[in-house]
């Protein structure tokens, strides 16, 4: 999202001790930029760490109204200073303004580009957690008279030689400039940050990039600049000849290659890293008294039930005026992450910007940074096992856990289990239904420190419009007496997308006049793709793949029945959905789901002997019964706006993080040491390491996918291990298409 957008939502970053020693130097030329330098100045204003000071130099303006532009910020900020000095270019307004700096970081900024919200706090983090690394930079997104995306930067060692793979805009340490010597004066044409970071390179020094993108480079037609113009712009062979010095000036670099930065080693199971508690920086911010601020560790932010509440909840509560962070613990795909960032700006994927050694001391940083009020841990192994550091640290701090579901397979109870283990370092738990609560408690959670809080949904936006389901039908072009059925879930073992695909095939041999849409992904979408084959199923099981929110809403609009005969469930999410759309839900009777779903609004079928013919008769009687389908949708919208509507469980929710508070102060939990919580975070990140390293193994992938195949299921896992086979096979085959080419120019090149 563009930094300035006015959807953006704002945190209201502001520093808590203006007068603080600055932890970043960010140093801007300025010559004629007039004013659009405002924007580049708002996006700087605007940044999570507020401990900077920016140095203005202003390179001789000769323009009156840049010169205009530039008064504002002569006395606006006790942190903004403006030097003149006459034109002597860009490199050596840099250099005079990396002269006056006093922060150990030095961030080049140029005066007509931006900077995403946490830009800054993410490289000096990042350079922190990277010691052997002399600069960083982030992703570059191109705006304005070109639009593009440039997921490239120091890590581009294979095309950083022959073109600069990176903009100005990045984080350099002082003593990493002042060995190299800062930027050549001479060179006053462009090229000039190139020609630094290959002289950094010559001396050993190189730099490493943040996986976001945080820097907004601007793009304008020639005939608009009005700044610093090159002559690369102008002349293609000015960029053959400096190439053409820079071989001359530097030949080791192209004899030997870039330097490599260096970091934690270890090989691939030594992974034991050192965890350091000392902070870089403290980045104080000011916090309005009385506000919630709260912190959500998430291990990842992708499509899901529990991620898509998490979500939900994140926006209810800021729209009531709290503050929201989010901590994404987990190196995986965040397939959610830009609808995150249109709820709150302060989200943080640690793994994009640090090593594992230092999330710990990243949390509290983050929690002393923001003086969070309530941390809430949601289906995060590793937030759990970091708790006792950060009750080391933070101790006065509510911390609680939400938690959906019990997984009897897995660790004994799965995150429930985790819960109660880690119960000394908790205030309170928060359970999404009455009967996890009483799961709970049967091992050992104590029930005072234990509520339960639907979530529920918006009721507001969930609900049927006017026309959308008989267009949603035409689009797929169903007639009006076809019963639509919709399978809303990811396609993995939990869901068990293989038992609605056998009962779509039951109904369809008893003739039941009917289409089921499966709306998702996962690894079982190759063997659902070779069913519906085998059994000719094309025109009653569609398999749409992941859908967005928007349109799961209208396919729900659409539907008649949502089916979702789980393994095991809180209370899944799409039941909640289901209800308010107006579609009868006919699910598995599983963890909470009952004290959603009653009868008359839907229908729960028990797990075990019979459940695949109980199944196929529900459904049979639903399509027979148009009346009894309307009474029952009718019955469930009812349901939600009465008891389960978001606003509902808004207010729920702030009452049970006052009532951690509160607990956290009159009764708190036993304290931990500081050697016990550094002792517990080593042993976290080495676990987190071990895990995270060991799942990327072929061979535990391939059991990983095994395991998830049903018991007796000899076909299914049959076909993965074809679908591995197939892999290595195709894999082997281009290998050999490519030696097979290059033998063949070796030997013209011969002839």
């Known amino acids: 999202m563009h930094p300035l957008d006015p959807a953006q939502p704002s945190y209201g970053y502001a520093a808590a001790d203006p007068s603080a020693p600055p932890a970043v130097s960010v140093i801007t030329p300025y010559y004629n930029t007039g004013p659009i330098f405002l924007e580049t100045a708002r996006s700087l204003l605007r940044q999570s760490l507020q401990q900077w000071e920016w140095i203005i130099v202003n390179d001789g303006t000769s323009d ?49 580009d931006l900077l995403a919200p946490t830009a800054l706090e993410k490289l000096a983090w990042s350079l922190a957690s990277h010691p052997g690394s002399a600069f960083a930079t982030g992703w570059s997104a191109t705006f304005g008279h070109k639009n593009f995306l440039w997921p490239r930067g120091f890590e581009t060692r294979y095309a950083f030689l022959h073109e600069n793979m990176t903009s100005p805009q990045v984080m350099v340490r002082r003593s990493s400039f002042d060995t190299a010597g800062g930027f050549d004066a001479a060179r006053r044409k462009g090229m000039e940050d190139y020609e630094f970071w290959l002289r950094c390179a010559s001396k050993g020094m190189w730099g490493h990039d943040v996986h976001e993108y945080l820097i907004w480079v601007r793009s304008k037609a020639p005939e608009t600049y009005t700044s610093y113009r090159w ?18 000036r530097y030949p080791q670099l192209y004899r030997h290659g870039l330097p490599r930065v260096g970091g934690a080693g270890g090989g691939l199971l030594g992974t034991y890293a050192p965890i350091d508690d000392t902070l870089p920086l403290r980045n104080p911010l000011a916090a309005r008294p009385g506000q919630r601020r709260i912190l959500l560790l998430m291990p990842w932010a992708r499509i899901g039930g529990a991620d898509r509440f998490a979500l939900d909840m994140a926006a209810g509560l800021v729209a009531r005026g709290d503050l929201v962070s989010v901590a994404l613990l987990r190196d995986e795909p965040h397939t959610l992450m830009d609808e995150l960032l249109q709820i709150t700006p302060d989200v943080f994927n640690l793994a994009a910007f640090l090593t594992p050694a230092d999330f710990p001391r990243f949390l509290r940083y983050l929690i002393e940074s923001r003086q969070i009020t309530t941390v809430v841990l949601a289906n995060s192994l590793l ?16 911390m609680v856990d939400y938690l959906h579901m019990e997984e009897e397979g897995w660790r004994d109870g799965g995150l429930p289990r985790a819960g109660i283990d880690h119960e000394d370092y908790l205030d309170l738990h928060i359970v999404a239904s009455q009967h996890l609560g009483r799961w709970m408690a049967a091992r ?4 005072e420190r234990t509520e339960v809080c639907t979530i529920n949904i918006d009721e507001q936006l969930w609900q049927q419009q006017p026309g959308q389901a008989q267009a949603v039908r035409a689009e797929l072009g169903l007639p009006s007496e076809t019963a639509l059925l919709l399978f809303p879930a990811r396609l993995v073992a939990q ?31 190759g063997w659902l793709r070779r069913y519906v084959r085998t059994h000719r199923l094309q025109q009653h099981l569609r398999l749409l793949g992941p859908q967005p929110s928007a349109r ?18 809180g209370i899944a999410l799409a039941l909640y959905e289901a209800m308010a759309m107006g579609a009868v839900p006919v699910a598995a009777q599983v963890g909470g789901q009952a004290e959603l779903v009653t009868p008359e609004c839907g229908v729960l079928i028990a797990q075990g002997e019979g459940e695949l013919a109980a199944y196929v008769e529900a459904i049979e009687q639903l399509i027979a019964s148009p009346q009894r389908r309307a009474a029952m949708a009718q019955a469930g919208r009812a349901r939600i706006e009465a008891h389960f509507s978001h606003q509902a469980m808004l207010s729920r929710m702030q009452a049970l993080f006052d009532q951690a508070a509160a607990l956290a102060q009159a009764d708190p939990r036993p304290p931990v040491s500081a050697g016990q919580g550094h002792a517990a975070a080593a042993l976290a990140i080495e676990h987190h390491q071990l895990e995270s390293r060991l799942r990327g193994l072929p061979p535990v992938r391939l059991a990983l996918r095994l395991r998830q195949s049903p018991i007796g299921g000899l076909a299914g896992a049959a ?27 070796l030997r013209g090149a011969v002839r």
């Open 64 to 112: 009156p109204a840049a010169l205009r532009a530039l008064l504002p910020f002569r006395s606006a900020d006790a942190r903004i200073r403006v030097v003149d000095q006459p034109n002597g270019g860009l490199p050596a307004a840099r250099n005079a303004g990396a002269a006056l700096a006093r922060a150990d970081l030095l961030f080049f900024l140029d005066s007509d």
């Open 552 to 569: 799961v809403r209208a396919l729900m609009d659409a539907a008649d029945i949502v089916l979702l005969p789980s393994e095991q469930e």
């Open 719 to 745: 076909a993965h291990i074809r679908s591995g086979i197939e892999q290595i096979d195709r894999t082997s085959y281009m290998l050999r298409r490519a030696a097979a080419a290059r033998l063949r120019r």
């Open 231 to 248: 002559s690369f712009q102008d002349d293609p062979g000015a960029l053959a000849a400096f190439n053409r010095e820079m071989r001359a």
């Open 383 to 398: 937030a759990y096992q970091l708790l006792p550091y950060l009750r080391a640290h933070c101790p006065g701090v509510a």
């Open 444 to 447: 050992g959670a104590r029930p």
């Open 495 to 525: 869901k068990r997308p293989r038992l609605m695909a056998e009962i779509v095939r039951r109904l369809r041999e008893r003739g039941a006049n009917l289409v089921c849409l499966a709306a998702g992904g996962g690894e079982d979408s």
